[in-house]
T-cell receptor
Framework: TQLLKQSPQFLSIQEGENLTVYCNSSSVFSSLQWYRQEPGEGPVLLVTVVTGGEVKKLKRLTFQFGDARKDSSLHITAAQTGDTGLYLCAGAGAGSYQLTFGKGTKLSVIP | DAMVIQNPRYQVTQFGKPVTLSCSQTLNHNVMYWYQQKSSQAPKLLFHYYDKDFNNEADTPDNFQSRRPNTSFCFLDIRSPGLGDAAMYLC???????????????FGPGTRLTVT
């Protein structure tokens, strides 16, 4: 069974601060996806990373896939209140229909 | 815009009264999924369809059934809802190519089920 350990579970920061969320596994994933979910809504796909060492940027969000494709990080620069939500990482194994989800990081950005 | 649509967004049912949740997609994806999500937890996969092939997760209760009459629609039937079935139910879709490559999943907005 592939497991994704996501940390921290909860994060409360002031507007303007930087933060990093981590996803770690002992398993190799063929791709890894990051989602943001707001209360009462479905997860919205932010990015997919597929190549070891890949770095993708989405405005103030930077996503990195580890060289061995076992871990990933999400870094937010100068957090805004609109970044508040549940961040989920999810890994896909080769040929698998399933996503392995991390338990999520609940981010609160305080004005 | 291509999307995943779920109806209704909110559903209230009584203990033991069957309920059906629906999902439709305009993405023309061949894989559709149903997840259950409880408060602030990760989504839990219930089952998925690859075209018409149904795949049930081992720990999905028999109380949960699904139908996929065509590519665009998929239904989740809860035959006798219990209080523990109150949750957000998420539908997702993905595209699987003949070579086996599976693209990312796209989620609908969810249906919040309340059991009274």
């Amino acid at each position: 069974t592939q497991l994704l350990k996501q940390s921290p579970q909860f994060l409360s920061i002031q507007e303007g601060e930087n933060l990093t969320v981590y996803c770690n596994s002992s398993s190799v994933f063929s791709s890894l996806q990051w989602y943001r979910q707001e209360p009462g809504e479905g997860p919205v796909l932010l990015v997919t990373v597929v190549t070891g060492g890949e770095v993708k940027k989405l405005k103030r969000l930077t996503f990195q896939f580890g060289d061995a494709r076992k871990d990933s990080s999400l870094h937010i620069t100068a957090a805004q209140t609109g970044d508040t939500g549940l961040y989920l990482c999810a890994g896909a194994g080769a040929g698998s229909y399933q996503l392995t989800f991390g338990k999520g990081t609940k981010l609160s950005v305080i004005p | 815009d291509a999307m995943v649509i779920q109806n209704p967004r909110y559903q209230v049912t009584q203990f033991g009264k069957p309920v059906t949740l629906s999902c439709s997609q305009t993405l023309n994806h061949n894989v559709m999924y149903w997840y259950q999500q409880k408060s602030s937890q990760a989504p839990k996969l219930l089952f998925h369809y690859y075209d018409k092939d149904f795949n049930n997760e081992a720990d999905t209760p028999d109380n949960f059934q699904s139908r996929r009459p065509n590519t665009s629609f998929c239904f989740l039937d809860i035959r006798s809802p219990g209080l523990g079935d109150a949750a957000m139910y998420l539908c997702a879709t993905s595209l699987r190519l003949a070579g086996g490559h599976l693209y990312e999943q796209y989620f609908g907005p969810g249906t919040r089920l309340t059991v009274t």
